[in-house]
Each structure stands twice: as structure tokens, then as C-alpha cells.
């Protein structure tokens, strides 16, 4: 199953900011093990989208909770899932 992320700042930007180095090195490391596929901030920098590769809804649960923004409680968090079955090679 693959997972749509949509996160909403609880904070101001500026205060999101300062834990902003943290979540981009986990969000490096959540790629390079596969469980992140894609991620970016919204245009309106209210908040992110993230799409997790095909994990089960436990491990992208985990994923969540470890996010350095949902640990210092800046964030909320939408997950919309579904199942990716026409997907790009290698995916």
C-alpha cells in the first residue's frame, strides 16, 4: 500500500524552521531506504507533502511518528492511501 502524507503546520513558519535541518536529514534517510518516495512543502509553505513507497500501515505510522516535526509537535498529519497498482518501473 502506498500512503499520501499531507501535513499541516501547527506552528508558525519561523518556529517550524528551526527543526527544518533535522527533518530534511531524516527525510534523506527515509529515501535512500525506500520509504519515502517523494517529498516537498506546499507553495504556500502551510505545510508538506510526502508519498511513502508500498509500505504496510504500521510502518508508515512508525515513519510518521518519527518525524523529527511530529516529535516537537508542529505538525498534523493526513494520511490517504491506496493501493498503486499502475505504477512507474522499478516502483
Avoid at 37 to 46: C, I, V, Y
Avoid at 71 to 81: D, K, M, N, P, Y
Wanted: charged share 25%.
Amino acid at each position: 500500500m502506498f500512503h499520501v502524507l499531507t501535513t499541516t503546520y501547527t506552528q508558525p513558519i519561523d518556529v517550524v524552521d528551526q527543526t527544518r535541518p533535522a527533518h530534511v536529514a531524516w527525510l534523506k534517510e527515509e529515501v535512500a531506504a525506500g520509504r519515502i518516495l517523494l517529498a516537498g512543502r506546499l507553495e504556500t509553505a502551510t505545510g508538506a507533502v510526502l508519498v511513502t513507497g508500498d509500505l504496510s500501515e504500521e510502518e508508515v505510522e512508525d515513519v510518521i511518528a518519527r518525524d523529527p516535526y511530529t516529535v516537537a509537535g508542529l505538525i498534523r498529519c493526513e494520511r490517504t492511501s491506496f493501493n498503486g497498482s499502475v505504477r512507474a518501473p522499478g516502483l
